[in-house]
Nanobody
C-alpha cells in the first residue's frame, strides 16, 4: 500500500508562484514514475506533468509548459511541482499519483495506481 500526501496549495494571485509537495510512503519511490494531475471545477481530471524515477525524463501539458517544473528528491520520498506565472485557469485541485510499472506514456490516468487526496490551488485575477 502506498500513501501519497500533497501539500502547498492555497490562494495565490495571478502571476505568482506556488510549490506543491507530495510525500510518498512507498518503499519503491525511487523506482517510481510520479505524476501530477489537476481537476478544475466542473471538469475532468487532466494531466499536468510527470517525472521518471531518476528525474532524467519529464513531460508537461502544453498549458503549463514553460511555467511549471516537476522535480523529485528520492532521499526524502518527495515529488514537487513548482508553479510560476500562475493564471486563473490554473485553479484546480492538484493530485499526485504513482505510475504503474511500464507505463507507456505517463499522461493517462489509467497509468497511475495510487493517488493522493489532492490540494486546492486557487488563483485570483
Amino acid at each position: 500500500q502506498v500513501q501519497l500526501v500533497e501539500s502547498g496549495g492555497r490562494l495565490a494571485q495571478a502571476g505568482g508562484s506556488l510549490r506543491l509537495s507530495c510525500v510518498s510512503s512507498g518503499r519503491t519511490f525511487s523506482d517510481d514514475l510520479m505524476g501530477w494531475f489537476r481537476q478544475a471545477p466542473g471538469k475532468g481530471r487532466e494531466f499536468v506533468a510527470f517525472i521518471n524515477w531518476d528525474g532524467t525524463n519529464t513531460d508537461y501539458a502544453e498549458s503549463v509548459k514553460g511555467r511549471f517544473t516537476i522535480s523529485r528528491d528520492n532521499a526524502k520520498n518527495i515529488v514537487y511541482l513548482q508553479m510560476n506565472g500562475l493564471k486563473p485557469e490554473d485553479t484546480a485541485v492538484y493530485y499526485c499519483a504513482r505510475g504503474v510499472d511500464g507505463a507507456p506514456s505517463g499522461i493517462e490516468e489509467s497509468e497511475y495506481d495510487y493517488w493522493g487526496q489532492g490540494t486546492q490551488v486557487t488563483v485570483s485575477s
